[in-house]
């Protein structure tokens, strides 16, 4: 089966200088991919012209004439910028010719046009960015982690079900266990959004365990944990800052001496296998859930190793059919309401709808570092 890939080729603080590089890498070293390049025609050709791949026949060049920068407003994307290299990208997968999307622009951009280019699965109001953290029993599947900042509690408690779909379809495991992310293990801590989002949670299907601290992502006390976007951005961002921080202090140790130095070719294997671990552009890349189709969002910032990387995550997602088993989970586990609610008048698929969405615009415009979508399939 060949995988289609559409590239925003534009999105990211580097745009095409990044995004065709890592696009050329990896065609290259997956026979089965097909990667369709969208943006502005002569800046993707130019790029392609230092790979040496314009004549690469697995790599396609789409036009787009508008690019959203990273300081777009919302609306601009969605209204003004029909013909961006985000939205073509989307159409694309929206058509049936590409199987996911991979963009490193604007994330609230990227989540409203998605939300309205793409529409959302019944009963989910917006994407959510999930994200398996290491824990000391493996991983720790976190969400929201930037998508959304000001959250209502049921939108809490849409995460938690798409957690558990998740972590049920690729997992494995029949009833996941859920933490809420709050500030304390007790009931009556927390704001109102939070005290409330855990009385629907109690009141719901789901294995709830409780309310869950940011330690307990590391313990592993839950197979999944709910937040906020704000919340979890900053807390995924800490922890990317606390790891970079101590790589940087053992580089600095082994460096003082030569004994130091000579302790440190003795221990290289081990630096290598620590290196991997906590290397954040070995985990570039986030899936938006809730939508109908898969989009992958890059870092802003990332280089070409890092979006690569991006790339790999949503070949990986297409080959395990992660959408598909996603899907077919959430059906499952979806609530009597849920199906009430579907047929229900919407203003889903408007642009005021997406907009109002957006108005949850990320904590900064660029996802967090480390994001991925774990599969173990």
Same mark, same amino acid.
């Given at each position: 089966?060949?995988?289609?890939?559409?590239?925003?080729?534009?999105?990211?603080?580097?745009?095409?200088?990044?995004?065709?590089?890592?696009?050329?890498?990896?065609?290259?070293?997956?026979?089965?991919?097909?990667?369709?390049?969208?943006?502005?025609?002569?800046?993707?050709?130019?790029?392609?012209?230092?790979?040496?791949?314009?004549?690469?026949?697995?790599?396609?060049?789409?036009?787009?004439?508008?690019?959203?920068?990273?300081?777009?407003?919302?609306?601009?994307?969605?209204?003004?910028?029909?013909?961006?290299?985000?939205?073509?990208?989307?159409?694309?997968?929206?058509?049936?010719?590409?199987?996911?999307?991979?963009?490193?622009?604007?994330?609230?951009?990227?989540?409203?046009?998605?939300?309205?280019?793409?529409?959302?699965?019944?009963?989910?109001?917006?994407?959510?960015?999930?994200?398996?953290?290491?824990?000391?029993?493996?991983?720790?599947?976190?969400?929201? !982690?930037?998508?959304?900042?000001?959250?209502?509690?049921?939108?809490?408690?849409?995460?938690?079900?798409?957690?558990?779909?998740?972590?049920?379809?690729?997992?494995?495991?029949?009833?996941?266990?859920?933490?809420?992310?709050?500030?304390?293990?007790?009931?009556?801590?927390?704001?109102?959004?939070?005290?409330?989002?855990?009385?629907?949670?109690?009141?719901?299907?789901?294995?709830?365990?409780?309310?869950?601290?940011?330690?307990?992502?590391?313990?592993?006390?839950?197979?999944?944990?709910?937040?906020?976007?704000?919340?979890?951005?900053?807390?995924?961002?800490?922890?990317?800052?606390?790891?970079?921080?101590?790589?940087?202090?053992?580089?600095?140790?082994?460096?003082?001496?030569?004994?130091?130095?000579?302790?440190?070719?003795?221990?290289?294997?081990?630096?290598?296998?620590?290196?991997?671990?906590?290397?954040?552009?070995?985990?570039?890349?986030?899936?938006?859930?809730?939508?109908?189709?898969?989009?992958?969002?890059?870092?802003?910032?990332?280089?070409?190793?890092?979006?690569?990387?991006?790339?790999?995550?949503?070949?990986?997602?297409?080959?395990?059919?992660? !959408?598909?088993?996603?899907?077919?989970?959430?059906?499952?586990?979806?609530?009597?309401?849920?199906?009430?609610?579907?047929?229900?008048?919407?203003?889903?698929?408007?642009?005021?709808?997406?907009?109002?969405?957006?108005?949850?615009?990320?904590?900064?415009?660029?996802?967090?570092?480390?994001?991925? !979508?774990?599969?173990?399939?």
């Amino acid at each position: 089966m060949t995988v289609k890939i559409t590239i925003d080729c534009m999105g990211g603080d580097h745009g095409s200088t990044v995004t065709v590089s890592a696009a050329v890498n990896f065609v290259r070293s997956h026979a089965d991919a097909h990667l369709m390049l969208v943006g502005i025609e002569q800046a993707i050709r130019a790029q392609l012209k230092k790979c040496k791949a314009l004549d690469e026949p697995r790599l396609t060049v789409v036009a787009a004439s508008e690019v959203v920068a990273m300081d777009d407003p919302v609306e601009v994307a969605l209204r003004k910028k029909k013909d961006s290299s985000m939205r073509v990208a989307l159409n694309l997968v929206k058509d049936g010719q590409a199987q996911t999307c991979i963009s490193a622009g604007n994330t609230g951009a990227l989540m409203a046009v998605s939300r309205y280019v793409l529409k959302t699965l019944a009963g989910i109001e917006r994407p959510a960015i999930a994200f398996a953290m290491p824990s000391q029993k493996g991983y720790t599947t976190v969400l929201d !982690l930037g998508a959304n900042v000001d959250c209502e509690p049921e939108h809490l408690l849409q995460f938690a079900e798409m957690g558990h779909a998740l972590v049920s379809a690729i997992e494995g495991r029949g009833r996941p266990t859920i933490g809420l992310l709050n500030i304390g293990e007790e009931v009556i801590k927390g704001n109102e959004t939070i005290k409330r989002a855990g009385e629907l949670l109690r009141a719901s299907t789901l294995n709830f365990y409780g309310n869950v601290e940011g330690n307990d992502i590391y313990k592993g006390t839950t197979d999944v944990v709910v937040c906020d976007g704000f919340v979890g951005n900053v807390a995924l961002k800490t922890s990317e800052g606390l790891a970079k921080m101590l790589a940087d202090i053992i580089k600095e140790e082994f460096s003082r001496s030569l004994a130091s130095k000579l302790m440190a070719l003795v221990a290289m294997p081990v630096l290598k296998r620590f290196k991997r671990r906590v290397d954040p552009a070995q985990y570039n890349g986030a899936a938006l859930l809730g939508l109908r189709h898969l989009v992958i969002k890059s870092h802003g910032s990332a280089e070409a190793f890092g979006f690569e990387w991006a790339i790999k995550r949503g070949y990986d997602a297409v080959k395990n059919g992660v !959408l598909e088993r996603l899907v077919s989970a959430m059906e499952e586990n979806a609530p009597p309401t849920r199906e009430a609610a579907s047929d229900a008048p919407t203003r889903e698929g408007t642009p005021d709808a997406a907009a109002d969405a957006a108005k949850a615009a990320p904590a900064s415009q660029n996802p967090p570092d480390g994001i991925a !979508l774990h599969s173990k399939a």
